[in-house]
């Protein structure tokens, strides 16, 4: 279930209905066993030896046992609406990001109107910077050197141009590769990710993933929101 423009109601996974339905089909064998175990107690106390009545104590451990039962499927219950609930406030949440410019951990971004925009952070202040962008083929069509601007965050927009200076078409998903090294040429650590416009939400096994462009993010990998 894919949102576009307007909020979703939470579907059910597979697993759910499943886990929901066993503990339903359990409730019921729990009634039926109960009332069966009412039927049998009632006809040995009618038909019980005066001189060798029912032992209370078997009687009450017996109770016992199947309120024990009950109340643990009574208990898968309650935790399975919970997590019903749960998936259904995380859709919530990211269709309030439906439309907005999100930031988030990925180094994968979609090609839109002729660019597409990442952020990287080099660990330490580097001497020199080095771009790559690759096809979802891992085929690489761009390469340049960056301007070393310190350490942190910082933005780089590919112009969607090839190596040859060929515009590549639209829709098209691109990793971005940062390698940064410092004055004694020793490789220094960068993170990568994406920002654009979130255009749906929609819950795969129990996770709830934010669509920007053609790729899709979980929502926990956002870290900002413009």
Do not use: R
């Not at 909020?7 to 886990?19: D, I, N």
Request: zero cysteines; proline letters at 5%.
């Amino acid at each position: 279930m894919t949102v576009s423009s307007v909020p979703a109601t939470t579907q059910p996974t597979a697993a759910s209905t499943q886990s929901a339905a066993a503990v339903n089909n359990g409730l019921a064998q729990v009634a039926d066993n109960f009332q069966t175990f009412l039927t049998l107690l009632t006809t040995q106390l009618k038909n019980q030896d005066p001189l060798s009545p029912l032992d209370t104590n078997q009687f009450t451990q017996q109770l016992t046992q199947m309120t024990g039962v009950e109340q643990q499927l009574l208990s898968n219950q309650l935790l399975q609406q919970l997590v019903t609930q749960n998936q259904g406030s995380g859709i919530t949440s990211g269709v309030g990001l439906i439309g907005k410019t999100v930031t988030a951990s990925d180094a994968t971004a979609t090609l839109q109107n002729g660019a597409a925009t990442w952020e990287f952070a080099p660990a330490s202040p580097p001497a020199s910077l080095t771009a790559s962008v690759f096809d979802s083929s891992d085929n690489l069509v761009w390469t340049g050197a960056l301007a070393p601007n310190g350490a942190g965050v910082q933005s780089f927009t590919w112009n969607g141009a090839n190596q040859s200076g060929v515009q590549q078409p639209n829709g098209g998903t691109y990793t971005l590769q940062v390698t940064a090294s410092d004055a004694s040429g020793a490789s220094i650590p960068v993170s990568t990710t994406l920002q654009g416009v979130a255009t749906g939400v929609d819950e795969v096994n129990g996770q709830t993933m934010v669509a920007i462009g053609q790729l899709q993010v979980p929502l926990s990998s956002v870290s900002a929101v413009n």
